[in-house]
C-alpha cells in the first residue's frame, strides 16, 4: 500500500515560526551544540538571576543526575501570570467553559493574578512553605489552575490526582508525598453527572491520616461533610485576604510538581519535576509544535490531572502570554457536536485532543461535526496513543475540512513536554506517524541487547542525551528512577515504548513494550489492575492484558483464578468488575474477565503473559514457543474459554 504524505501547505511554511530548512538548521545546532542552543533558549523565560551554568547531566549507571539552568533563579507563577501585566493585563488568559453549555467565564491575567495571590495567601494562612506537598483533587474548574499556579507562587510542590481516581488511589498518593493539605470542591460535574470529590478526601484521609487542612471549593452546592478544624470553604477563607502575594524566589532545580503515572511493576511512580528547565521546555513547544501567535485560542481537552493538562493547558500556554480554553465537560454532552460548537463558541484556532475521542466521535458520524462551522480552526493536535490512519484521515477530513494540518505529540508524564510531532511549517504529514524529533531530542532506536540501530529499522525508543523538560527523579526513590529508565540500556533513557524509522527518518510509535497498557489515553500497569483483583476475598490469582479495542485503543482483558469452590458466575464477573472501578476508578474498570481455572505458567512458575496477549487478541495460531509451560494443556482451556469482544 502507498503511503500517504501531506506536503506542508505553501502558507503555513512563510507564516509559521519555522519551515523546513529552518527546522534543519535549528535542529542541528541543538544536537550539536547542545549547550549552546539551550542557552540561547532558556532566556525565553524571565529570570530573576540568570544562570550561567546551562546543562550538567550524567546519565551513568548508579549516578544518573539531571540540572538545567542549575544557578539560575526564577518562578513559574511570575513567568505565568506576573510578566505579562504590563503587556497583556486585559487578554483573556484563561476560557473557561462550564459542562453546562450555558455556563462559560472569562479570566483576564490581571484577573487570573488576582486569584492565584488570594489562593496563595488562603494556602500561606495554613502554614504552606516553600517545598511542602500539596494535593490537588478538583474538576475541570479554574480554581484548580489558580491552586497548581498559587502553589507555584509560593514554591509549593504541587500534586495533581485526577478527579476519577478512587479514595484507596488518592490516599496512596497523599501519603506518598506527606501531603498535609489537600485541595478539592464539594463534588466535581462531568456530562451532567456529579462526581462526590469531597466524600472521596474525607475516605482517603479516614485511610492514611497525616492531612492538616483541606480546603474546598463550592462547585455545586452540594451539602457535604466540614471536619471543624480541618476543613475550610475557599470561599470564605479567601474573602478575608488581600489579592497580593509574592512570589518566591525558585531554584531552576527546585521541584514544581509531583505527578505519579504507572509503570509496569509496583505502585504508581511520583515523577518529580522542577522549575527553569520544565517552564522552558514546555513553553518552547508549545510555542513552536503549535505555532502559536499572539492572539489565538488555544484548546487542550485534557485533564489537569494528566500531564497534558500541566503542560498545555496551563503552563506551556500561559508563560507564552497565550488565551487557553479549560473545559470542564466531555465530548458527548448533552450531544456529539459540543467539542466543535465550543470550537465556534470561543473561535478556537488550534486544537489538542487524544485519538479516543476522536474514535468515539467517528463512531457518531459526520453530521455532528458538519453541523458546525469551525472556520476559526486553523491546527489539529493529537496526543497520548498512537493514532490509527483511519481516524487521522476522519480528523483531517471531516473536523479539519482538509485545511488544517495535524501534529501527532508522541511525548510522556516523564518527558514533561513533547518530544517527537510535525512542526506544522515544517514537516510534511503521514497519518499515524509522530514524524521527526523537536529540537534537542535524540531518539535511538535498539535492539533488545541495546545495539543502536540505523536507518529504517524497527526496535525500543530510548533518548540518547537530556532535554530541558526531563523529569528529575522519583519523588522519593531515586534508585527507583535510576532502575525504571536508565538501567535497560545504560546510557541513555529508555521510553517503554516500541518504535520504527522509516526510509525518511520518520518515527512511528507502535505502543508499549512493558505491561503498561493505554487504555483511552490513559496509561495503567496492568500490575496495578491485578493487584486490586487479588485483594478480593474469591480471587487467587489474576493476570491483566491489553487487547484492541476500537475506541479506547487497547481495552483491559483479566485472567481470573477463583479461590478453591467458588463458583464462577456472571454476577460475581459483574461484582469484579464494579470491585476494581472502586479500588483504582472507573478508567481501571476490566472490560473482560475470564474465569481461567489455571493461568499458562513456566515451570518456574512464572505466568506466561505472552500467551494470555496473543490469547486476548484471538492470535490463536501464532502463540509460539509453549513447550516451556508447566502443563501445556491450560492453553486449550483458555482458547475455548476466551471472552468474546463485542
Ligand atoms: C503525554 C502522555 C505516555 C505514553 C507513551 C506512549 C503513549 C503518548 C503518543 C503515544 C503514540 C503518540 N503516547 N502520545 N503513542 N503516539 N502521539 O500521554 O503521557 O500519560 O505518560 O503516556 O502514551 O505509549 O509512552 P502519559
Known amino acids: 500500500?502507498?503511503?500517504?504524505?501531506?506536503?506542508?501547505?505553501?502558507?503555513?511554511?512563510?507564516?509559521?515560526?519555522?519551515?523546513?530548512?529552518?527546522?534543519?538548521?535549528?535542529?542541528?545546532?541543538?544536537?550539536?551544540?547542545?549547550?549552546?542552543?539551550?542557552?540561547?533558549?532558556?532566556?525565553?523565560?524571565?529570570?530573576?538571576?540568570?544562570?550561567?551554568?546551562?546543562?550538567?547531566?550524567?546519565?551513568?549507571?548508579?549516578?544518573?543526575?539531571?540540572?538545567?539552568?542549575?544557578?539560575?533563579?526564577?518562578?513559574?507563577a511570575y513567568n505565568c501570570i506576573d510578566r505579562h501585566l504590563e503587556t497583556r493585563g486585559d487578554q483573556t488568559a484563561i476560557i473557561w467553559e462550564g459542562d453546562d453549555p450555558s455556563e462559560s467565564r472569562l479570566i483576564t491575567y490581571r484577573e487570573l493574578h488576582d486569584e492565584v495571590c488570594r489562593f496563595a495567601n488562603v494556602l500561606r494562612n495554613?502554614?504552606?512553605?516553600?517545598?511542602?506537598?500539596?494535593?490537588?483533587?478538583?474538576?475541570?474548574?479554574?480554581?484548580?489552575?489558580?491552586?497548581?499556579l498559587a502553589c507555584a507562587r509560593l514554591g509549593a510542590i504541587h500534586s495533581v490526582v485526577f478527579g476519577g481516581f478512587s479514595p484507596d488511589s488518592l490516599a496512596g498518593r497523599i501519603e506518598d508525598c506527606a501531603s498535609k493539605v489537600v485541595i478539592t470542591a464539594d463534588e466535581g460535574l462531568r456530562g451532567g453527572r456529579k462526581v462526590p470529590l469531597k466524600a472521596n478526601v474525607d475516605a482517603a484521609i479516614a485511610k492514611v491520616g497525616g492531612v492538616d487542612h483541606v480546603v474546598v471549593v463550592r462547585r455545586t452546592g452540594a451539602d457535604v461533610a466540614m471536619e471543624p478544624g480541618r476543613d475550610v470553604w475557599y470561599h470564605e477563607a479567601a474573602a478575608l485576604v488581600t489579592s497580593?502575594?509574592?512570589?518566591?524566589?525558585?531554584?531552576?532545580?527546585?521541584?514544581?510538581?509531583?505527578?505519579?503515572?504507572?509503570?509496569?511493576?509496583?505502585?504508581?511512580?511520583?515523577?518529580?519535576?522542577?522549575?527553569?528547565?520544565y517552564l522552558v521546555y514546555a513553553s518552547m513547544t508549545h510555542q513552536y509544535v503549535f505555532d502559536y501567535h499572539d492572539g489565538d485560542i488555544f484548546w487542550c481537552t485534557a485533564d489537569v490531572g494528566w500531564v497534558t493538562g500541566h503542560s498545555y493547558i496551563l503552563y506551556g500556554p500561559l508563560a507564552n502570554g497565550a488565551t487557553t480554553?479549560?473545559?470542564?465537560?466531555?465530548?458527548?454532552?448533552?450531544?456529539?457536536?459540543?467539542?466543535?460548537?465550543?470550537i465556534d463558541k470561543h473561535q478556537v484556532n488550534i486544537f489538542y485532543t487524544a485519538p479516543t475521542a476522536i474514535r468515539?466521535?467517528?463512531?457518531?458520524?459526520?453530521?455532528?461535526?458538519?453541523?458546525?462551522?469551525?472556520?476559526?480552526?486553523?491546527?489539529?493536535?493529537?496526543?497520548?496513543e498512537p493514532i490509527n490512519p483511519e481516524a487521522w484521515?476522519?480528523?483531517?477530513?471531516?473536523?479539519?475540512?482538509?485545511?488544517?494540518?495535524?501534529?501527532?505529540?508522541?511525548?510522556q508524564t516523564e518527558t514533561g513536554g513533547i518530544l517527537i510531532s510535525p512542526l506544522p511549517g515544517a514537516i510534511a504529514l503521514k497519518p499515524g506517524s509522530a514524524t521527526r524529533p523537536f529540537f534537542g531530542i535524540r531518539p535511538e532506536i535498539v535492539d533488545a541487547e541495546g545495539k543502536v540501530l540505523e536507518g529504517a529499522t524497527e526496535g525500543n525508543l530510548c533518548i540518547a542525551d537530556s532535554w530541558p523538560g526531563q523529569m528529575r527523579t522519583v519523588y522519593g526513590d531515586h534508585q527507583r528512577f535510576m532502575d525504571t529508565y536508565f538501567s535497560t540500556y545504560p546510557g541513555k533513557y529508555f521510553t517503554g515504548d516500541g518504535c520504527r524509522r522509516d526510509a525518511d527518518g520518520y518515527y512511528w510509535i507502535t505502543g508499549r513494550v512493558d505491561d503498561v497498557i493505554n487504555v483511552s489515553g490513559h496509561r495503567m500497569g496492568t500490575a496495578e489492575v491485578e493487584s486490586a483483583l487479588v485483594a478480593h476475598a474469591k480471587v487467587s490469582?489474576?493476570?491483566?492484558?491489553?487487547?484492541?479495542?476500537?475506541?479506547?485503543?487497547?481495552?483491559?482483558?483479566?485472567?481470573?483464578?477463583l479461590m478453591a469452590g467458588v463458583e464462577p458466575t456472571e454476577e460475581l464477573r459483574k461484582e469484579l468488575v464494579q470491585w476494581v472501578r472502586k479500588e483504582i476508578g472507573p478508567i481501571?474498570?476490566?472490560?473482560?474477565?475470564?474465569?481461567?481455572?489455571?493461568?499458562?505458567?513456566?515451570?518456574?512458575?512464572k505466568i506466561m503473559r505472552r500467551i494470555l496477549r496473543k490469547i486476548a487478541e484471538d492470535e490463536f495460531s501464532n502463540l509460539g514457543d509453549t513447550s516451556t509451560l508447566a502443563d501445556p494443556s491450560v492453553v486449550d482451556d483458555l482458547i475455548h474459554n476466551r471472552q468474546n469482544k463485542r
Not at 485503543?553 to 485472567?559: C, D, E, K, R, W
Open 126 to 148: 495554613r502554614g504552606v512553605e516553600k517545598g511542602d506537598r500539596v494535593t490537588i483533587y478538583m474538576p475541570m474548574i479554574p480554581e484548580a489552575a489558580f491552586a497548581m
Open 541 to 561: 490469582e489474576a493476570a491483566v492484558v491489553g487487547y484492541p479495542h476500537d475506541i479506547k485503543g487497547q481495552g483491559i482483558y483479566a485472567y481470573v483464578t
Open 1 to 76: 500500500m502507498q503511503e500517504k504524505v501531506y506536503e506542508v501547505p505553501a502558507d503555513w511554511a512563510k507564516r509559521a515560526y519555522v519551515d523546513e530548512a529552518r527546522y534543519n538548521e535549528m535542529y542541528e545546532a541543538s544536537i550539536r551544540d547542545p549547550e549552546a542552543f539551550w542557552d540561547e533558549h532558556g532566556r525565553r523565560i524571565d529570570w530573576f538571576t540568570p544562570y550561567e551554568k546551562v546543562k550538567n547531566v550524567s546519565y551513568a549507571p548508579g549516578e544518573v543526575s539531571i540540572r538545567w539552568f542549575e544557578d539560575g533563579v526564577t518562578n513559574v
Open 244 to 277: 497580593e502575594c509574592p512570589c518566591e524566589p525558585m531554584e531552576a532545580e527546585d521541584p514544581l510538581f509531583i505527578l505519579y503515572t504507572s509503570g509496569s511493576t509496583g505502585k504508581p511512580k511520583g515523577v518529580l519535576h522542577t522549575t527553569g528547565g
Open 360 to 384: 468515539a466521535l467517528m463512531q457518531a458520524g459526520d453530521e455532528p461535526v458538519k453541523k458546525t462551522s469551525r472556520t476559526s480552526l486553523r491546527l489539529l493536535g493529537s496526543v497520548g
Open 588 to 605: 481501571a474498570s476490566p472490560d473482560l474477565v475470564q474465569f481461567a481455572p489455571n493461568l499458562p505458567k513456566t515451570r518456574s512458575g
Open 393 to 411: 484521515e476522519w480528523y483531517y477530513r471531516v473536523v479539519g475540512d482538509g485545511r488544517c494540518p495535524i501534529v501527532d505529540t508522541w511525548w
Open 325 to 342: 480554553l479549560m473545559f470542564e465537560g466531555v465530548p458527548n454532552y448533552p450531544d456529539n457536536s459540543r467539542f466543535w460548537r465550543v
